[in-house]
């Protein structure tokens, strides 16, 4: 199903307020009936395809929040707006959004260069961002804390450390990285690298680079094809990835693929059909297939509403994210500020959703640290635990 895009361009000037004392403006994106908030994402560009699952996950998570209330009576309107995974078009794209448009608070802006990118902008215009999509630690670290920035997702760190922690248990020592040539990726490999070391265990055969349009991925293969590695962790997103795992598996290679849950399986699936069979990729939410929790039966039943039948994790972790965004907000009562709304998160300790748990502190705002290992079958795309 195509997802309708729309870009609400709306001015909230502010309210006057009468009463008594004096007149003062409402908190920008605030009215008695609507909250507004924004989002800049990677709709087009080399991580469009991985994007789709997560549009559909967003759109089904809205639509049932303003269906059922809103928060606190107020709908909820989002702007959205293609930075074709740009840094420079994400900060552009967020300042108009915060200076022009006047949101409220800024959600779910994707990539660890275009995150890292923004963290002066909303510290300078104290604006909170909710539910960034990416774990690199370099967000995460006490000495880079910003009081504006709140997680859901658990880190990178814990992404490759459950893979690392699995080959180590069944004694799998030759290991080579495939990863994108940006800061995810090398976050990534890094990652990885500090996950066998600690461990002890031998180092990685090798890691090459690839590009976000997946140029380079033959040339790693060939060096794999060298090394005969007994597994390969493709260290990529949205095209690099299908571009890379399809250069795998045409290759004779056997090594066993794993990846992260932003590899993008179901890309991965509409351009490889069936030899996603057997990739192992973490996770970082609870299964989306799971019909006896209240969270992902919820999800179901939003992603049926805006006519999506296939549920997988990239949809499910974009719901996920709106859902407990939507919790902060309720949280933060009627009278909603943006300093109100951090200030509440961090008093309450957690926020909780069937199951589902990211905690949250005045020192620490990295959510959740939730990981789990799955692997891919087809017909449809499933994953086993």
């Known amino acids: 199903m195509k997802i309708q895009r729309t870009i609400i361009k709306a001015m909230f000037t502010g309210a006057v307020l009468l009463s008594m004392a004096p007149c003062a403006l409402a908190e920008p994106g605030v009215s008695d009936t609507t909250i507004l908030i924004g989002r800049t994402s990677a709709i087009s560009g080399p991580a469009g395809p991985q994007q789709v699952s997560y549009e559909q996950g967003y759109a089904a998570a809205l639509k049932q929040i303003n269906k059922n209330g809103g928060v606190h009576g107020r709908q909820i309107k989002m702007i959205v707006m293609d930075d074709a995974f740009d840094a420079k078009r994400t900060v552009a794209n967020s300042l108009k959004m915060i200076d022009e448009d006047g949101v409220f608070a800024l959600f779910s802006l994707n990539g660890t260069g275009q995150l890292t990118t923004m963290m002066p902008v909303i510290k300078e215009k104290k604006v909170p961002l909710f539910g960034a999509i990416t774990g690199a630690q370099s967000l995460r670290s006490a000495e880079n804390f910003n009081r504006y920035l709140f997680h859901v997702r658990a880190g990178y760190a814990e992404e490759m450390d459950t893979i690392i922690q699995h080959l180590y248990t069944l004694q799998q020592s030759k290991i080579i990285v495939i990863y994108q040539n940006i800061p995810f990726g090398k976050a990534l490999l890094a990652h990885i690298e500090a996950s066998l070391s600690k461990r002890g265990a031998p180092k990685l055969m090798g890691a090459f680079p690839v590009e976000s349009s997946g140029v380079g991925a033959d040339a790693a293969v060939k060096e794999a094809l060298k090394l005969n590695p007994d597994n390969i962790i493709v260290a990529t997103a949205g095209t690099a990835s299908v571009v890379t795992v399809k250069a795998i598996k045409s290759s004779s290679l056997k090594s066993q693929i794993y990846g992260s849950s932003l590899l993008g399986v179901a890309s991965l699936k509409k351009a490889l059909g069936d030899e996603v ?109």
């Open 277 to 385: 069979n057997g990739i192992v990729v973490t996770q970082v939410t609870t299964t989306p297939f799971d019909k006896g929790n209240e969270l992902s039966k919820q999800y179901q039943t939003a992603m049926h509403d805006i006519g999506v039948n296939d549920f997988d994790y990239g949809s499910f972790e974009a719901y996920i994210n709106f859902r407990f965004f939507m919790e902060a907000l309720k949280g933060a009562g009627h009278n909603l500020t943006r300093e109100g709304l951090i200030k509440s998160i961090e008093s309450r300790g957690e926020i909780k959703l069937g199951g589902f748990i990211a905690k949250y502190s005045p020192t620490n705002h990295d959510g959740s640290s939730y990981v789990d290992l799955t692997m891919v079958t087809s017909k449809p795309v499933k994953f086993i635990r």
